[in-house]
């Protein structure tokens, strides 16, 4: 157990719907780190957050938001959903900024379906 | 344009046999290489990582990795496996110098045969 947690598990949607993705990082941990597995792309690496502020930037689509709450927790928010966003998002976090000095904790995922 | 490019998307071997994963990179600038782990049903783990100075980095698990930048290689190296090294193997290449935006690799997925 990394404890990092995310809910929900598992997630079945529409095509134009809209979800939210929760994590809660481990505690103490001020970075959260969203990813994408999907069998098209693989793993993608959609954004960071570091106390609150955005800090890094990867492939995400302009239809997913995120954010990091005060109390650190991070929601990924993914709107106008299409069949091809159907896969596993993992959050991660990590002690401090990190960058590549740090170690990354993983979530176990939540699996979203688009139908 | 950053890129890692692992070489098999399947590797077979037998208990006890060396394991060897292959990774090359292309980047413009001095990367930073990792090396993940992900077990069925879990999320990545680090395994080991490559930021400066030795070249043969040593991680988790008895795996370990040699950063070749003259043939823009991160291989990765078990002498002997283990059933439970039977996983998905993916290598990290970070070319935004050093503040961590990731490309991944297509991963691995190593089959360990008793």
């Known amino acids: 157990d990394s404890g990092v947690t995310q809910t929900p598990k598992h997630l079945i949607t529409a095509t134009g719907q809209r979800v939210t993705l929760r994590c809660s990082p481990r505690s103490g941990d001020l970075s959260v780190y969203w990813y994408q597995q999907s069998l098209d792309q693989g793993l993608q690496f959609l954004i960071q957050y570091y106390n609150g502020e955005e800090r890094a930037k990867g492939n995400i689509l302009e239809r997913f938001s995120a954010q990091q709450f005060p109390d650190l927790h991070s929601e990924l928010n993914l709107s106008s959903l299409e069949l091809g966003d159907s896969a596993l998002y993992f959050c991660?976090?990590?002690?401090?900024?990190?960058?590549?000095?740090?170690?990354?904790?993983f979530g176990p995922g939540t699996r979203l379906t688009v139908l | 344009a950053q890129s890692v490019t692992q070489l098999g998307s399947h590797v077979s071997v037998s208990e006890g046999a060396l394991v060897l994963l292959r990774c090359n990179y292309s980047s413009s600038v001095p990367p930073y290489l990792f090396w993940y782990v992900q077990y069925p049903n879990q999320g990545l783990q680090l395994l080991l990582k490559y930021t400066t100075g030795a070249t043969l980095v040593k991680g988790i698990n008895g795996f370990e990795a040699e950063f070749k930048k003259s043939e823009t290689s991160f291989h990765l190296t078990k002498p002997s496996a283990h059933m439970s090294d039977a996983a998905e193997y993916f290598c990290v290449l970070d070319a935004s110098g050093g503040s961590y935006i990731p490309t991944f690799g297509r991963g691995t997925s190593l089959i360990v045969h008793p």
């Open positions: 991660a976090s990590s002690v401090g900024v990190a960058g590549v000095y740090g170690e990354q904790f």
